[in-house]
Each structure stands twice: as structure tokens, then as C-alpha cells.
T-cell receptor, first 111, second 117 residues
């Protein structure tokens, strides 16, 4: 079983829609969780860090469910510029030099 | 967020030559940096973890004699692809870790696109 699993998508949504991605992780000791966005042929950029139950930044909300071992990313009022691949990253709870990457969820926001 | 730079941003070289890529943390000190490789339409693949002042830890399947990593200071790690071949053509990305137990994040450099002819 992979350490971090994501639905690869693509999620095709119209502008203005609300879209949510889930990410499941297998290591119950993990304490740090991250969402990155990666544009085509670019490096990943940190979108949000989650250390407790969740985090919110403008149109973006991340929620952590430790009991079910998943984190979600909700994007409200989608913009064309939100089109990207969203990577879920989970830190190993015992080794803070160890990060597990999901394979990414592709989002296409259409006009 | 913390800023990580990478140089060069792209390089084209002939088969058999060596290429050095630099990764710098610009506004913080990074005891740990990571080197990744990404092929088109694929996920990031961790190649090695680079610790300042000690030998890098390579992932399974990554040849340490081919991909030489040096992390001589708290702000600079280098990756040298030795005797590069066309199959080494890829997008190489470094990252630096910031923080400790309660706060621990990775920031990525802009990447280096290597093309080996």
C-alpha cells in the first residue's frame, strides 16, 4: 500500500465551482501535512500546511481527519488560474526528514 | 515562505559530460536539502537527502557514484550528474527543509531542466 494516495483526476470544473480533493495516508504517527500546487513544467509551491485539525487561507480550506487518516483540500469559487496539479505531502511522524508524496490530483478549471 | 534558488535553470550538454547543479537557500539555513527528479507526466521522485557536513542518503536505485551530492554549507547543496547520458535528461528539483518538531516544511527551488544530447 502506498504511504499517500490521491485520486489522479482530472477534475474538470467550471469557473466558480467548489471542488474538493481527498488524500489518504497510511502512517498514523504522521503529524505534518501539506498541500502543494504544481504547474506544468514548474516546481511545487507550498499552498497550505496542516499541523492540527485544519487550516484556511482565503478560498482554500484544508481539513485533517486523524481517525480516518485523510486530509482534504477544498477550493471555493474556482478560478482559471487554479488549474494545476495538487500534491498531498505527509511527513513521517518519526523522521522529520522523511516526506511522502502523493502522485497528485489534476484540476482543470474551465471558463 | 523561504526562498530556494537553483542554478542553472536549464542546461543542454553532450553525452559523457558532467553537469553540476547548485541549490541555495537564500534567506535561511538548511541543514537538510533534498534532490528530486521528475520525468514528463510523472510524479516527483526523491533521489537523495543531503545533510550539511555529512554524506548524502540515496534512495534505492539511485547510483551515488553517478549523482554526486555535496552539502558543504548550510546554504548550498550541489548535485553533479557525472558522465551524463540521454536517459538522464529530466527535470531536477531541489528543496530545503525548514523547521523542527512542531513546524516542518519543504520549499522547492525552481528546478533545472537537463537535456543530454
Amino acid at each position: 500500500r502506498k504511504e499517500v494516495e490521491q485520486d489522479p483526476g482530472p477534475f474538470n470544473v467550471p469557473e466558480g465551482a467548489t471542488v474538493a480533493f481527498n488524500c489518504t495516508y497510511s502512517n498514523s504517527a504522521s503529524q505534518s501535512f501539506f498541500w502543494y500546487r504544481q504547474d506544468c513544467r514548474k516546481e511545487p509551491k507550498l499552498l497550505m500546511s496542516v499541523y492540527s485539525s485544519g487550516n484556511e487561507d482565503g478560498r482554500f480550506t484544508a481539513q485533517l481527519n486523524r481517525a480516518s487518516q485523510y486530509i482534504s483540500l477544498l477550493i471555493r469559487d474556482s478560478k482559471l488560474s487554479d488549474s494545476a496539479t495538487y500534491l498531498c505531502v505527509v511527513n513521517d511522524g518519526y523522521n522529520f526528514n522523511k516526506f511522502y508524496f502523493g502522485s497528485g490530483t489534476k484540476l482543470n478549471v474551465k471558463p | 515562505g523561504a526562498v530556494v534558488s537553483q542554478h542553472p535553470s536549464w542546461v543542454i550538454c553532450k553525452s559523457g559530460t558532467s553537469v553540476k547543479i547548485e541549490c541555495r537557500s537564500l534567506d535561511f539555513q538548511a541543514t537538510t536539502m533534498f534532490w528530486y527528479r521528475q520525468f514528463p507526466k510523472q510524479s516527483l521522485m526523491l533521489m537523495a537527502t543531503s545533510n550539511e557536513g555529512s554524506k548524502a542518503t540515496y534512495e534505492q536505485g539511485v547510483e551515488k557514484d553517478k549523482f554526486l551530492i555535496n552539502h558543504a554549507s548550510l546554504t548550498l547543496s550541489t548535485l553533479t550528474v557525472t558522465s551524463a547520458h540521454p536517459e538522464d535528461s529530466s527535470f531536477y528539483i531541489c528543496s530545503a527543509r525548514v523547521g523542527g518538531l512542531s513546524y516542518n516544511e519543504q520549499f522547492f527551488g525552481p528546478g533545472t531542466r537537463l537535456t543530454v544530447l
